[in-house]
């Protein structure tokens, strides 16, 4: 959930499979870094403006946040 504090109000939010346990935004605000109750790991995301146009308009009452699945990439060679 992003939210406008100039205004109050809600500009972007999503919702997700997991439960989140911890949430940080880097200093500079370019990443978010959480980590999830059933998780193993820290997942880090980019701020989306680095990349492309986003409207900072209020979001419509109605508005159905899209549904996220938190998934892991690991590789396990077996050597050590």
């Not at 986003?54 to 060679?77: A, G, H, N, Q, W």
Request: glycine share 4%; with cysteine; proline share 6%.
């Amino acid at each position: 959930m992003l939210t406008d504090f100039q205004y109050f109000s809600l500009i972007d939010a999503v919702r997700l499979d997991s439960i989140v346990t911890s949430l940080d935004y880097s200093p500079t605000g370019e990443h978010v870094a959480g980590s999830f109750c059933d998780k193993t790991g820290i997942f880090v995301w980019s701020n989306k403006t680095l990349y492309e146009h986003v409207s900072l308009m209020p979001l419509p009452k109605d508005y159905e946040p899209p549904f996220l699945t938190i998934s892991t990439t690991s590789r396990r060679t077996g050597k050590v």
